[in-house]
């Protein structure tokens, strides 16, 4: 169960009521699905500093096998779906990201026992039946903005890059878009020349 201090937080901000009804949702499937083993929130709400447009972004640690599975159950929470993108960390470990109608977005990620995973700094507990969060958590903190390798999923995911650049954009946040956005300028000038 999410912590009490965590739901006060975020359920007294208007601006992310939408988020955490959300994520109070998806924690009820969640400790409904067996094949849970764990889950954490990551990203702006576990660092406290979520707005408006702050991803809801979640591992999930799964019974090996249950991935998929796990997955859809959380996603079938997820409304108003304008752009889903997915991928893998492996075997068993699919994620989906989307981009809502409402301009916020959604990151699920679920990890199998079988996949090398570590649950960085900070993050809070949504779920935790077998001790799997503290035995996956490093003490290292997770990468920062300016670590993201840009169109790392090429054409396929450019309207996710583009929309993490419009949210920073008016949480003054310029340069680091404009930044991004000339690094993804050259990964794109470099894939089409290495492609020939």
């Not at 999930?60 to 096998?65: D, P, Q, S």
């Not at 999923?153 to 650049?165: A, I, M, R, S, T």
Request: proline fraction near 6%; aromatic fraction near 10%; include cysteine.
């Amino acid at each position: 169960m999410l912590p009490q201090e965590f739901l006060q937080r975020w359920q007294s901000q208007r601006a992310t009521v939408f988020q955490v009804d959300l994520l109070l949702r998806i924690s009820e499937a969640l400790e409904e699905s067996p094949e849970c083993l764990g889950a954490a929130i990551v990203g702006s709400f576990a660092k406290g500093s979520a707005d408006r447009v702050s991803d809801l972004d979640l591992i999930i640690f799964c019974t090996e096998g249950s991935g998929e599975a796990l997955l859809s159950r959380v996603c079938a929470e997820v409304p108003e779906v304008f752009l889903a993108f997915e991928g893998s960390h492996g075997p068993g470990s699919p994620f989906r990201e989307f981009i809502l109608y409402n301009f916020t977005s959604v990151e699920v990620h679920v990890i199998a026992p079988s996949t090398t995973f570590t649950l960085k700094q900070p993050y809070v507990k949504v779920v935790d039946r077998s001790g799997v969060l503290l035995a996956r958590a490093s003490n290292k903190v997770a990468p920062g903005r300016g670590e993201l390798v840009p169109y790392r999923h090429g054409d396929k995911w450019l309207p996710w890059e583009l929309f993490n650049c419009i949210k920073w954009l008016p949480r003054g946040e310029v340069a680091a878009a404009r930044e991004y956005l000339v690094k993804l300028g050259r990964a794109i000038e470099a894939k089409a020349e290495h492609d020939g």
